[in-house]
């Protein structure tokens, strides 16, 4: 079937459940899970009951789609991703994105976890992604056979989204910087040198992720907005080896931040 058919099919599925359509779409990375236990009214589906969704291999990720009301608004969140890294595919999460757009969702806010490149953000902030590099060359729309693979990406990250996404975490008194997000393949850590050249070249953060679903997502029409949870400093910034445990430990403090956020952007919306 194809990628339309088989999320119709699994919107469909879900639809028969919640009943009613959805207007936003999330994907929480790692540590960040606790937001989808916010939801109200949540139906839960685990990712293996849903055609053409994978099951994530990292640790920290759930693997679960998250349908309820959150400060009014209908959401869908999809609590874990899977990563290009896993098994080398960038297109491992266009079945849930598109999945997503066919419950109704008209904008996705992406959220991963981050390494900061700039010493006045410190790990345990957010930084809004203004803009992204593709470090990896890798773009999820290789092997799209129609035109519509030319996707233009100059306002990749929505204006207005960005916008609100900055008053509500003024609203909520919770500090947001904003920057480039550059993704690396991983899963291995970036080397000094590689977070010096990415310095170089204009990132504010590095991670893993997002950048080939911010991609899908634009191709499928969505509106994107973005969020980096800071985790720690780039590598060689600090003596310190980093280490996924950090990752998870230290993204716990930011998913709080992250919520409040989140809450307000939706508040200011219903
Ligand atoms: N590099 C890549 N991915 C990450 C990092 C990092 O420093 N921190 C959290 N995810």
């Not at 599925?13 to 916010?38: H, Y």
């Not at 345990?124 to 030319?150: A, K, Q, T, Y």
Request: hydrophobic residues 45%.
């Amino acid at each position: 079937m194809t990628t339309k058919g088989l999320a119709q099919d699994a919107a469909q599925r879900i639809l028969d459940k919640v009943k009613e359509p959805v207007t936003v779409g999330m994907v929480l990375g790692s540590g960040l899970g606790a937001l989808a236990d916010e939801v109200e009214n949540a139906h839960r589906f685990a990712y293996s009951e849903l055609p053409g969704f994978p099951v994530s291999s990292v640790s920290s990720h759930a693997s679960e789609l998250v349908v309820g009301t959150l400060m009014g608004v209908r959401v869908a969140i999809l609590a874990g991703r899977a990563h290009y890294y896993e098994k080398g595919d960038a297109t491992v999460m266009k079945q849930p994105l598109a999945t997503l757009r066919a419950l109704g969702c008209e904008q996705v806010l992406l959220t991963n976890a981050a390494g900061s490149l700039r010493v006045e953000v410190a790990p345990g902030n957010l930084m809004l992604i203004e803009d992204h590099i593709n470090w990896s060359g890798r773009s999820p729309l290789i092997g799209v056979e129609s035109d519509d693979r030319f996707v233009g990406l100059t306002e990749v990250y929505d204006a207005e989204i960005r916008a609100n996404l900055k008053k509500a975490a003024a609203h909520a008194g919770v500090p947001l910087e904003s920057g480039v997000y550059t993704w690396f393949s991983g899963p291995n850590f970036e080397t000094p040198a590689e977070i010096r050249a990415a310095r170089i070249i204009g990132s504010d953060a590095v991670g893993m992720s997002t950048v080939p679903e911010v991609i899908l997502a634009r191709w499928m029409g969505l509106k994107v907005g973005a969020i980096s949870t800071i985790t720690n400093y780039g590598a060689g910034m600090t003596g310190d080896e980093l280490s996924h445990h950090e990752t998870k430990e230290v993204g716990a403090i930011g998913a709080e931040k992250l919520i409040k956020v989140i809450r307000a952007y939706l508040g200011a919306m219903a």
